[in-house]
């Protein structure tokens, strides 16, 4: 008798699946465009096709492993129900098809999930329980009550039917721009890259494979380089702030990446607005990561035709509009300047008619004659200002220079 341990093989992920992926997933989800932005393209000096998977019904990408995975259940699986861990997008996706499949479903969020998400969520029908304040305890949590009620953990990256489902991105992306030779895929757990990356290579074994991870999080970068995972802080691109890299993904990330870069939360803001003014469509933070490691190393991707992946559209519109105005404000079309005037009828009016003659607006305006040294028939003007860009803030500053007014340009301004 043979008594050598006999160990089963790690899962893999072949081409084959991606193809079998998506021939289940025609027809039941949308196939979103690939399309070439001319605006992007000559902003950063290379050709910019965007996958728009902030088109699907639930807003993300997170659609196709997850119908992938339900419909390798079997029916007593079916009937006993499934369990996610989410921070949002794939706990959408699980509850909106379990929901068409007339399957069960809980799905345990982290506390930190922006309301949108845990709202939508509980619209498809789906039991949510919010819980710790990591995906990881999210997940011990999601695996406790698996174990404790019978229901199937469908984990959001690390297994091969999600995998392969999530590789139908690059899949759809080459076959509308086959020209594509550098695929940007923002990375959370990596089964977004590690499926794409699959396709991809299979397709155009030259194409390039870039990941992309927040400053905060960067886990694969961290073990693709041989560091220790130290992960944590505050990020709007809460759908990739991911502790651990799946073991599947990373297997196949080491084969198949080529490199992985990572961004800052100011980059990602600045991909934001640009998704939103530039091609009229919302992106969330994971969502903007491809085209904010494009705008933060413009030179890595000049003259190369670069596949951007648009992974998700789900963010909450107060942050939002915080970050459209941060925006503004950063472009210098919004300013707060302070100005020293005399403490008399009619100089407001007076400054405002400079400011207006610019063809500025006045948005907000406060006194200050109390404190910080100001002289009793003096009085301080903190004035926030709408322009058109930097050239007008600099003229409307001139001409309040020229009348006799001192005037300070305040911090957040393109002008610090």
Same mark, same amino acid.
């Given at each position: ?187 959370? $757990?990596? @089964?977004?890259?590690?499926?794409? &990356? #699959?396709? *991809? ?6 194409? /390039?494979? %870039? +990941? ?72 969330? $933070?994971? @969502?903007?990561?491809?085209?904010? &490691? #494009?705008? *933060? ?6 003259? /190369?035709? %670069? +596949? ?109």
């Amino acid at each position: 008798m043979n008594d050598t341990l006999i160990t089963a093989a790690p899962p893999v992920v072949t081409f084959a699946d991606v193809e079998a992926a998506a021939t289940q997933l025609a027809g039941q989800i949308a196939r979103t465009p690939t399309l070439l932005s001319r605006t992007l393209s000559n902003e950063l000096g290379c050709a910019v096709w965007v996958k728009f998977e902030n088109l699907q019904f639930t807003a993300s990408f997170k659609e196709r492993g997850a119908l992938v995975k339900l419909g390798s259940l079997t029916r007593d699986e079916r009937r006993r129900g499934v369990i996610a861990m989410s921070a949002g997008n794939h706990a959408q996706g699980v509850a909106y098809h379990a929901g068409r499949l007339s399957i069960p479903a809980t799905i345990v969020m982290p506390s930190f999930t922006p309301y949108t998400k845990v709202r939508h969520t509980q619209g498809h029908g789906a039991r949510v329980v919010l819980f710790g304040d990591t995906l990881a305890e999210a997940a011990e949590e999601a695996r406790r009550l698996a174990q404790a009620e019978g229901l199937v953990f469908v984990h959001p990256y690390d297994d091969p039917a999600i995998v392969a489902g999530q590789g139908t991105v690059a899949l759809e992306m080459l076959h509308d721009a086959p020209d594509i030779d550098t695929l940007v895929v923002p990375v959370g $757990g990596g @089964g977004l890259i590690s499926g794409c &990356a #699959v396709a *991809a290579k299979a397709l155009k074994p030259d194409i /390039r494979v %870039v +990941g992309v991870e927040t400053a905060g999080y960067p886990a694969l970068y961290q073990q693709l380089h041989g560091q220790p995972v130290v992960v944590g802080g505050d990020t709007i691109a809460e759908g990739i702030a991911v502790r651990d890299t799946g073991a599947l993904p990373l297997a196949l990330c080491r084969r198949l990446v080529d490199e992985v870069h990572l961004v800052d939360e100011e980059h990602i803001e600045r991909a934001i607005v640009m998704f939103l003014e530039i091609e009229k469509t919302v992106a969330e $933070g994971a @969502g903007a990561a491809g085209l904010a &490691a #494009v705008l *933060a190393n413009r030179e890595a991707f000049a003259g /190369r035709t %670069v +596949g951007l992946v648009l992974c998700g559209g789900n963010i909450d519109t107060r942050l939002l509009a915080s970050i459209l105005m941060r925006g503004l404000v950063r472009d210098g079309r919004i300013v707060r300047l302070r100005i020293k005037i005399n403490d008399r009828p009619g100089q407001l009016a007076r400054v405002s008619r400079i400011i207006a003659d610019i063809g500025a607006n006045v948005l907000e305006v406060s006194h200050q004659r109390l404190f910080g040294g100001v002289a009793a028939k003096s009085a301080t003007l903190e004035v926030i200002v709408e322009t058109r860009d930097a050239a007008q803030v600099r003229d409307m500053i001139a001409a309040l220079d020229s009348t006799g007014y001192k005037v300070k340009l305040l911090e957040g301004t393109t002008e610090d």
